[in-house]
Structure formats: C-alpha cells, structure tokens
C-alpha cells in the first residue's frame, strides 16, 4: 500500500533557485529515504535520514524529518537544470520476514536554464 | 561495471504473447526486487526475491512470475501479456542487513503491449 506522498506533484524552477518538496506518511518508520529518477531511467538513491535524526546534509541537499508530523522535506539549494528529474520519498516496511520500500508519487522537479 | 543490468531496454509485443525480462546484479546483494512503475509514475512493488525464496507477492496475476536461477539474477516472465500490462518494469537490489537499506535500480524496461 501507498505510504509517502510528495507535494508538490510538480515544481518549476529558475537555475539557482531553491527547490523544496515535500513528503507525509502514515506510519511509523525507522528511515526515510528520498530517490530521485532522471527521465527514461532507474531510480537513484540520494539520502537516507533515520528516525532520530532531525536533519541531514549531503551536498546540495538537505533533508528534514518531523516524526511528530510524520513528514519530510527534501531541500535543493542552487539548483542546475541537471536536477531536473523526479524526486520520490520511500518508507521501509518490514513484515512476514520481508522489507520493501513503499515508494510515493513524486515530485516532478523542472530546473529552466 | 553495471550494478543492476536489464535487457531488453524496450520490448514491444502483441496481446497474448510471452515474453521475458531479465534481471542481473553484480553487487553480491542478497534480494532483488522487481517494481511496476505505471504511466503516472507511480512505482508499485511486484515482487521481492531472497537467496532464491520468494517473500513478497504484492497481488500480482499468477501471469507475472519470477524466476531466479542464482543469487544475482531475477527473471520476469509475463505469460499472456494484456494492454494493461504497458508500463515501465524496474528491477532492484539490496544487501540484506541493517546497513543495507537503500535499494539499487536497474535502468528499466519499457513494455508496450498492442
């Protein structure tokens, strides 16, 4: 079943201009991952924040978790028209001896030059 | 030094033909995974693959059904493909312990069924 859900759906940018999008979940999680997704490609992971941690760097990016509000937001500062792309949050799940990801609906960021 | 390869890339077929998806990682993971990812982007679990044991079913028609010869590979045979079976199929990876959260995927394979 369906966890995170970005917001917004789509985003468009000027090159240098911050990009933020965000993602609430139902349940609760030991880590909260965001990937991103290159037009006619995988997904690629980007950052990974764990449960008691509040925030993450890596890079440009920022990430941000609230627990409390079951919600996270992916920060791209300065951004490049080569950040055009998809971005998806994931929520692990384990049960019955399995772990998969649950995977959101994305955020389709578009950088103009 | 491909981590998660797919072949074909693209694969166009009539309704009701079979046709196959192959899968290799070359990470030493201990699970694969194959995902649905429909039109609207949205990626949907299929299947999850552990040391050859099959843990996850998510609802799949019994026409989807993987095949894992080894370790490192994941094979997806579609019996009797239908219009609604048109999407992007991914194949994923990951090295099962505490560290190993993050998933490996492969490029994709984009079926279209006419």
């Known amino acids: 079943s369906q966890q995170g859900e970005e917001d917004p759906q789509a985003l468009s940018i000027q090159e240098g201009e911050n990009a933020t999008m965000n993602c609430s979940y139902k349940?609760?999680?030991?880590?909260l991952q965001w990937y991103r997704q290159n037009s006619g490609r995988g997904l690629v992971h980007l950052i990974l924040?764990?449960?008691?941690?509040r925030e993450k760097h890596s890079g440009r990016l920022r990430v941000t978790l609230d627990t409390s509000k079951k919600s996270s937001s992916l920060l791209i500062t300065a951004s490049r028209a080569a950040d055009t792309a998809s971005y998806f949050c994931?929520?692990?799940?384990?049960?019955?001896?399995?772990?998969?990801?649950?995977f959101g609906k994305g955020t389709k960021l578009s950088v103009i030059p | 030094d491909t981590a998660v390869s797919q072949t074909p890339k693209y694969l166009v077929t009539q309704m009701g033909n079979d046709k196959s998806i192959k899968c290799e990682q070359n990470?030493?993971?201990?699970?694969m995974y194959w995902y649905k990812q429909d039109s609207k982007k949205f990626l949907k679990i299929m299947f999850s693959y552990n040391n050859k044991e099959l843990i996850i079913n998510e609802t799949v028609p019994n026409r989807f059904s993987p095949k894992s010869p080894d370790k490192a590979h994941l094979n997806l045979h579609i019996n009797s493909l239908e219009l609604g079976d048109s999407a992007v199929y991914f194949c994923?990876?990951?090295?099962?312990?505490?560290?190993?959260?993050?998933?490996?995927f492969g490029p994709g394979t984009r079926l279209l069924v006419l």
């Open positions: 990470l030493g993971h201990d699970t």
């Open positions: 994923a990876s990951r090295l099962r312990d505490y560290q190993g959260e993050t998933q490996y």
């Open positions: 349940t609760s999680i030991n880590n």
């Open positions: 994931a929520t692990p799940y384990s049960g019955a001896g399995s772990y998969q990801l649950t």
């Open positions: 924040i764990r449960s008691n941690e």
